[in-house]
């Protein structure tokens, strides 16, 4: 099956950013993906200033558009993120909808960016954002997919579960920065898909010079050998790349690790 990555420019003006996304969306389905992920914080600039003003409920304006494009199109649309409000708290969080507009699954980003790298960059969500509580997969007719968002990859028990429930793409909007973009956003992706001989595939928004925050870009999807097999530069962009569950299974066959786990030594396992 093919799978599409949005590569959004996210603009100040919410409205901007939901009718652009949404021709983009549009256009993927028209080259024939089935499957199309928004990046993170497709609907607001990225920053704690601005997730209590864009924030919504969900329902609402930035999940009904894609519910509606996800319904005309007749594909799985994988929204990205959005800032969320619910009970007077606000979490990061990416919701799924099926090709009759049915939202599927809300994933809610469990492990908060909150870093300090000195001269470089410091960033803490915790400032404004509540951390998610539950593992987020979803099932569709091609395969089972796994749900993270942005600094959920660096945390490979997260990606090895759902490797062991049955997920054989995982898929993480992500929006990595000048500092640990060049260095870590490729290497964490291609290593969470080796690790698991699953695919990994990251959405992030175009890069914005004159943002507060300034995105790396470079959406990619890697496949089960740790191969980069699509990748967008920095610039606003489609990418697409074919899933192969054949070849995943091969590889599989070739280096056979699920079967080699020493399980009487070691367990990764969910706790909730």
Not at 1 to 30: G, H, I, M, T, Y
Not at 72 to 93: A, H, M, R
Not at 99 to 121: C, E, N, Q, S, T
Not at 201 to 222: E, F, I, L, Q
Request: aromatic share 10%; glycine share 6%.
């Amino acid at each position: 099956f093919r799978l599409a990555l949005v590569q959004l420019l996210v603009s100040p003006v919410k409205s901007d950013n939901l009718k652009r996304a949404c021709e983009l969306v549009k256009k993927a389905a028209q080259q024939g993906a089935q499957i199309v992920a928004l990046p993170e914080c497709f609907n607001s600039p990225y920053g704690n200033k601005f997730f209590p003003e864009y924030a919504e409920k969900i329902p609402g304006q930035s999940t009904q558009m894609m519910s509606d494009v996800a319904k005309e199109c007749g594909i799985y649309l994988i929204g990205g993120s959005i800032p969320e409000e619910d009970s007077g708290k606000l979490y990061n969080t990416c919701t799924v909808f099926g090709p009759d507009g049915a939202l599927l699954m809300k994933h809610r980003k469990i492990h908060l960016f909150d870093i300090d790298v000195p001269g470089k960059i410091c960033f803490q969500e915790s400032e404004t954002l509540s951390p998610g509580d539950q593992l987020s997969m979803f099932d569709t007719p091609y395969c089972k997919i796994g749900v993270g968002i942005c600094y959920d990859i660096r945390f490979a028990e997260l990606a090895q579960i759902y490797t062991k429930k049955g997920c054989q793409l995982l898929v993480y909007p992500g929006a990595f920065n000048m500092t640990t973009g060049p260095a870590h956003w490729e290497l964490l992706q291609r290593a969470r898909a080796l690790d698991n001989q699953v695919y990994v595939a990251t959405a992030s928004p175009a890069r914005d010079d004159k943002a507060s925050y300034v995105a790396w870009g470079h959406s990619s999807v890697v496949s089960p050998w740790g191969e980069v097999i699509a990748n967008a530069d920095a610039d606003e962009a489609i990418i697409s790349a074919d899933i192969d569950l054949q070849y995943l299974a091969e590889v599989r066959q070739q280096i056979p690790i699920h079967v080699q786990r020493r399980h009487d030594l070691y367990c990764v396992e969910e706790k909730k």
